[in-house]
């Protein structure tokens, strides 16, 4: 499940990408996008020690992409902010570990999970901030297949 922290820093993320050449002030996007401030500045410091976003200080200071937007994929800012994407550790690529109660040969739960898993990344591992950017909201066809 994607956490707030998630869900905020692609808000953050795509308000960058709609003006890739102009700098944010924290305060400006926390307000356009309904995030708390102090909240916003700890997932900006995450993503700018990811490599996500630059940051500036000063008069002229803000935030801003530090690659196109084209290049971000989702599934890795999910995973620098939210962790594995896998529903269970046992299921997990980047941080697998044991269950305790079972065999994970042999463990259907294990196994639908891999699945599950598999699909999650499947679409945030294509999907580039760009294309979440350029979603048509107001475009029902468009908007339907986003929809679960």
Same mark, same amino acid.
């Not at 599934?75 to 305790?100: E, F, K, M, N």
């Given at each position: 499940? %994607?956490?707030?922290?998630?869900?905020?820093?692609?808000?953050? /993320?795509?308000?960058?990408? $709609?003006?890739? *050449?102009?700098?944010?002030?924290?305060?400006?996007?926390?307000?356009?996008?309904? +995030?708390?401030?102090?909240?916003? *500045?700890?997932? /900006? $410091?995450?993503?700018? $020690?990811?490599?996500?976003?630059? =940051?500036?200080?000063?008069? &002229?200071?803000?935030?801003?992409?530090?690659?196109?937007?084209?290049? +971000?994929?989702?599934?890795? #800012?999910?995973?620098?902010? !939210?962790?594995?994407?896998?529903? +269970?550790? @046992?299921? =997990?690529?980047?941080?697998?570990?044991? @269950? *305790?109660? @079972? &065999?994970?040969?042999? @463990?259907?739960?294990?196994?639908?999970? %891999?699945?599950?898993?598999?699909?999650?990344?499947? #679409? /945030? !591992?294509?999907?580039?901030?760009?294309?979440?950017?350029?979603? &048509?909201? &107001? !475009?029902?066809?468009?908007?339907?297949?986003?929809?679960?």
């Amino acid at each position: 499940m %994607l956490t707030r922290k998630g869900k905020y820093g692609l808000k953050a /993320l795509i308000h960058l990408a $709609n003006n890739p *050449d102009r700098q944010f002030i924290v305060n400006d996007i926390a307000k356009h996008n309904a +995030i708390p401030k102090k909240f916003l *500045d700890t997932i /900006l $410091n995450e993503l700018r $020690n990811a490599g996500f976003v630059h =940051s500036r200080k000063g008069k &002229d200071g803000g935030y801003r992409l530090a690659r196109p937007a084209e290049e +971000i994929m989702v599934g890795h #800012v999910v995973r620098v902010l !939210d962790g594995p994407l896998a529903p +269970i550790p @046992c299921a =997990s690529r980047t941080r697998y570990q044991p @269950c *305790d109660d @079972c &065999d994970v040969e042999t @463990c259907q739960v294990r196994h639908i999970m %891999l699945e599950v898993r598999e699909a999650i990344a499947g #679409v /945030l !591992d294509k999907s580039s901030l760009a294309a979440m950017r350029d979603i &048509d909201v &107001d !475009d029902p066809a468009e908007a339907l297949r986003y929809t679960v």
